[in-house]
């Protein structure tokens, strides 16, 4: 992924993510837990190459991270590798910030970390 250029990836911002849209989360364990978008499936940055059969089919792939950084990132290569894929600007910051609705993994009240 060092070799993608992110600041030319489509990019939506978090807030105006399309209801039925297929999300890629692609921050660390220790994130996801804590806050994600029900339905979204969680693969790490760095295990995206690796993990192409588990991306869900979706036409295109919403690509979130905290911040939009990372997964701008991914979203660059998965459009280098053949996908349709675009970055969630502002990441689940944004969503977190803008009260859209979130599930975690612990039993506690979902937030971004």
């Known amino acids: 992924m ?8 489509p990019t939506v911002p978090a ?9 890629l989360d692609v921050r ?11 339905g979204a499936t969680h693969i790490p940055m760095g295990d995206v190459p690796a993990r ?5 089919e979706g036409d ?5 991270c905290r911040g939009g950084g990372r997964s701008a990132r991914v979203a660059a290569w998965l459009n280098a590798n ?3 894929a675009v970055n969630v600007g502002g990441g689940m910051g944004e969503w977190g910030a803008a009260g859209k ?3 975690s993994e612990t039993g506690e009240e979902p937030f971004v970390r």
């Not at 807030?15 to 999300?23: G, I, M």
Request: hydrophobic share 40%; glycine share 4%.
């Open 2 to 9: 060092a070799h993608v250029m992110p600041q030319q990836v």
């Open 15 to 23: 807030t105006e993510l399309p209801a039925d849209a297929v999300v």
């Open 28 to 38: 660390e364990d220790d994130e996801w837990v804590h806050g994600h978008i029900e």
């Open 52 to 56: 192409l059969d588990e991306l869900p």
């Open 60 to 64: 295109p792939l919403y690509v979130t």
């Open 82 to 84: 053949g996908y349709d």
């Open 101 to 103: 609705p979130m599930v």
